[in-house]
Each structure stands twice: as C-alpha cells, then as structure tokens.
C-alpha cells in the first residue's frame, strides 16, 4: 500500500511539472520534472526513518516545492518568504540529495546509520551560506617569472618580503552576488558599504548580479549596489553570463551606481599605485579563443600600463592570448562552491570534473589569474566547505 506521503508527493510532483509546462515552459518543466522526481524518490526512501520527527520533515520536503512552485514566475521574496520557504527549501533539498549514500543501501535492504548527518551539513551550509570572509590577499604579477603550463600560483604570505613596488593597487572585487534567497538586497548593500569603507584604488565587478527572482525588478540591483556611487571613477564591470538573461537591468543598475561597464571596451586610469589599464570581456559560449583575440588586438596593451582583464570565466583563462593580461579576474566557479577550502584546503568538487580553475590565484606564461570565491551563489543549493569572499587584493607589480 502507498503512503500517504509518497502519494501527495507524486501529486505535488505532477502539480508543479504541469504548471511549469502551462505557465512558463517545456525545458522550466523538463528541469523541475527531473529534480522534484530525484526529491520525491529520495524524500520517499528517507521519510519512515525520520517518524520522531516527521512534521519537520514533511515541512522542509513542501518548502522545496513551494519554491518550485514560486519559481514558475520568479519574483524577489521578503524576509518571511525567504525565511519560511526559500532558506528551508534549499536546505532540505540540498540535504535530501546528499543523502544519495543512504537512499542507495535502504534500495539494497541495508540500513546505514546517522541518516541525520546529510541534514546536519546542510544546515552547516545554511549557516556558511549567508556570510562572508573578510580576507587580504597579496598578489605579484608582472614580476618576470614564466609558468609553462597553467597551475596554481603561490600568494604571498603577510609580511613576506615583496621585492617589487612599495605601493600596491588595492582592489576589491564583487562577483556572483546573485540577488536571490540567500543575497538580499539589504546584504548586498551592506557589502557595497563595507566596500566603500575601506576605500580601495578600484573596485571591479565580475558579473552574474541576478537570478530569476530578482530579473522582473529593475530597482532591487540599483539599490543594492546606490553605496558604490561614492566611489565613483574607480568602479568597473563586466557581463557574466546570467547577465545576458537581463542585460538593460544590469546596464541600468551599474550606471545609477556610477559604475563603468566594460564589455569588450577598454578604460585606462591613473591610480595612487600608477596607471593602469582595464579591459573588460563579455560572456561568450562559444568560440572564446577567437573571441578574446579580436578584442585583445582591438585595444592593445599601454606601455607602462599594469593590464588587468575582467574575465568572467576562469575556464577562459587558457584562451586569452599569453601575455595580454598582468592580472585577470574571473568568478563564476563561485570558488567550486561544495569543497573543503573552509578546513584550509585547496579541493573542490568542480576539479573533480571540470579541469578549469575554481578558487585562488593561477599563472600560465606571464599571465597571473585570480579566481575569486563570489559574493553569493546559485545553482546548487548552498555552500558547503567554500565560504563567499569579499578579500581585499593588494596587486604589487614588478616592470612595467
């Protein structure tokens, strides 16, 4: 006999795929098809051992549902929405797929014990998911020093000697802030404020600003990002690749924060730590090598210019034409986002199928690359082990 559970579970399932294929559309539809039937299929195995606390669990398991649901036409929650339902929907459904290892023996007839834990981590997630690291880290690019092949590059230690210029350019880079659940309007102004307190020579905008919740409002961006507009002249941008999905909200929102957008466009400024030229590339899928070479040639290097290329996609790193970038800087990974970074480790799950670089500072020729760990994240549920990051970069430079 079916339970109940299992029963209302295949209703909710069928109600959300049938709304989604009649209000938004069939690839909406196919999507949440495939991951509610993961959740309906995993909640299933897991919910008879969870009977001390089943309302709870029947809780969480209607939350992510609910947010299924919402999403059909997304729009920006209040506090009590994401505090009832977004947060607890992605941390039940974050902790109901990591419970792979259980659903597979209870298929097997073996019972494996601390069913709890999945749960527990994720909760772990919630919590390193709404906060931030505060962190100074030091960079040394132009410095002479050829790498062969592209690899993980060392940053230097506090109070190491540095051996090049006294002044380094201070930078602070915002990245994947991605208003949605877990970056509100309110968090991401608090980080322009903190930003703008600490009066770096430039702060640079890496992209991916929205998810879906946040597109249908042009004025949540504007206001988020309102701090940065004291600041203005050392601010800059580039597209990520959700930008793309609301190009004039993004446009619109960084102008009225007097930010300047560069996409495949060049700026060069003078900075207390010399001048400096930026160049900023648009989010392409395809044909990248091409792409970064005619707007490489298109505004060549300034001699004497320290060069540094907003690159949204670190896996474009390898496509840049060598030597066309003292520093670039990408997000997108959101630092490889499930890892072990937060236990002082450098592995991520992403390396494990992605060969492209997640977190951290990389080098290939004479091109140093830094990939920040983003201000937010979308896509998976939460953070698990990779912390957000809102490090402040000091980028000593050798010759010139």
């Known amino acids: 006999m079916v339970s109940p559970f ?5 209703v909710a399932w069928l109600l959300v795929v049938a709304c989604a294929w009649h209000f938004r559309s069939r690839t909406y539809a196919t999507f949440r098809g495939i991951t509610l039937g993961l959740q309906v299929l995993f909640a ?8 001390s606390v089943w309302p709870l669990f029947v809780y969480g398991h209607a939350a992510v549902f609910a947010q299924s649901l919402a999403l059909i036409r997304p729009k920006m929650g209040g506090f009590a929405y994401r505090a009832l339902v977004s947060i607890p929907g992605a941390f039940f459904g974050a902790g109901t797929l990591l419970s792979l290892p259980w659903v597979v ?15 527990a981590v994720a909760l772990l997630g919630v919590v390193q998911s709404l906060r931030s690291t505060e962190e100074h880290v030091q960079l040394v690019v132009a410095d002479g020093e050829i790498v062969p092949e592209l690899q993980r590059h060392s940053v230097l230690a506090a109070h190491s000697p540095i051996g090049v210029e006294a002044r380094p350019l201070s ?24 930003a703008v307190e600490r009066s770096p020579d430039l702060v640079l905008l890496t992209g991916d600003f929205l998810t879906m919740e946040s597109q249908s409002d042009p004025e949540l961006l504007a206001r988020a990002l309102a701090p940065l507009k004291a600041l203005d002249g050392r601010c800059f941008a580039c597209f990520g690749n959700h930008d793309h999905e609301a190009p004039d909200t993004v446009r619109s929102a960084l102008e009225r924060a007097g930010v300047t957008l560069l996409v495949d466009e060049a700026r060069e400024l003078e900075t207390p730590a010399g001048p400096v030229q930026i160049l900023g590339m648009d989010f392409v899928w395809r044909e990248r090598k091409e792409h970064l070479a005619r707007v490489s040639t298109a505004h060549p290097r300034k001699p004497g210019y320290l060069r540094i290329v907003l690159l949204h996609d670190p ?11 003292d520093l670039a800087l990408s997000g997108h990974t959101h630092g490889g986002q499930v890892g072990l970074v937060s236990l002082g480790f450098k592995w991520t799950l992403m390396r494990v199928f992605v060969n ?3 977190h951290g500072f990389w080098a290939r020729g004479s091109d140093r690359l830094y990939v920040h760990r983003g201000t937010g994240h979308y896509g998976f549920p939460l953070r698990l082990g990779v912390p957000a990051e809102e490090s402040m970069l000091f980028v000593h430079a050798g010759a010139r």
């Open 6 to 10: 299992v029963l209302w579970s295949v």
């Open 356 to 358: 492209a670089p997640d």
């Open 105 to 119: 023996l209870a298929a097997f007839g073996a019972h494996l014990p601390g069913v709890w834990l999945p749960y």
């Open 171 to 194: 930078i602070i880079q915002i990245t994947d802030p991605h208003l949605g659940p877990f970056m509100s309007v309110a968090r991401l102004l608090r980080i322009c404020e903190r």
């Open 44 to 51: 299933s195995a897991l919910f008879p051992r969870f009977h």
């Open 315 to 325: 896996g474009a790193f390898r496509h840049l034409p060598e030597g066309e970038a």
